[in-house]
């Protein structure tokens, strides 16, 4: 029984050890993916969307736009994000957060769209239900950062988290 418990306790550590680990790829842009030079965004939600959704949203957003530096000349634009849906549904040990988005970039030089997405992002808390509307808005900040290929928008892995970053 001892040495059960034990080499499930290393397959664990191993398990969480190889997760907190990201990598890196050779080509920092995905293949086939337009790369636009962000250069501001407005976050626009309906008044039923909590405040500080909309607000955690739109600091991150711009923390992740003003981080990123572009080597070579590329279309800007602004990206404009709608939240259409926000909710949470409680389950056994917390509270499951979710929301719909809508983002549009628009060329800064003509004003016509030139780039749309639209996502499903969920988050869980666990305890009471503080810091959901912050969970889901990082969530969504990562999304965003991901899909224009923005920096300062990931979160950091457990390993870079414990190592004092």
């Known amino acids: 029984m001892f040495r059960s418990a034990c080499r499930l306790l290393i397959v664990a550590s191993a398990a969480l050890a190889l997760?907190?680990?990201s990598m890196k790829t050779a080509d920092t842009t995905r293949a086939g993916g337009p790369v636009y030079d962000v250069r501001g965004s407005f976050v626009a939600a309906k008044p039923d969307i909590p405040a500080a959704l909309v607000a955690g949203t739109d600091r991150r957003i711009d923390a992740a736009i003003r981080a990123t530096v572009?080597?070579?000349s590329l279309p800007r634009a602004i990206l404009t994000v709608?939240?259409?849906?926000?909710?949470?549904?409680p389950?056994?040990?917390?509270?499951?957060?979710e929301a719909k988005?809508?983002?549009d970039a628009t060329s800064v030089t003509t004003g016509e769209r030139i780039a749309s997405a639209t996502f499903t992002v969920s988050?869980?808390?666990f305890g009471?239900?503080?810091g959901?509307?912050?969970a889901l808005a990082a969530k969504i900040a990562d999304r965003v950062a991901a899909e224009f290929k923005l920096d300062g928008g990931r979160q950091s892995t457990i390993a870079s988290a414990l190592a004092g970053r």
């Open 19 to 21: 997760m907190s680990f």
């Open 70 to 72: 572009r080597s070579m």
């Open 82 to 89: 709608r939240i259409t849906r926000a909710g949470g549904l």
């Open 91 to 97: 389950i056994l040990f917390g509270r499951r957060h």
């Open 101 to 103: 988005v809508t983002v």
């Open 123 to 125: 988050t869980t808390v």
């Open 128 to 130: 009471k239900d503080r």
């Open 132 to 134: 959901g509307d912050e």
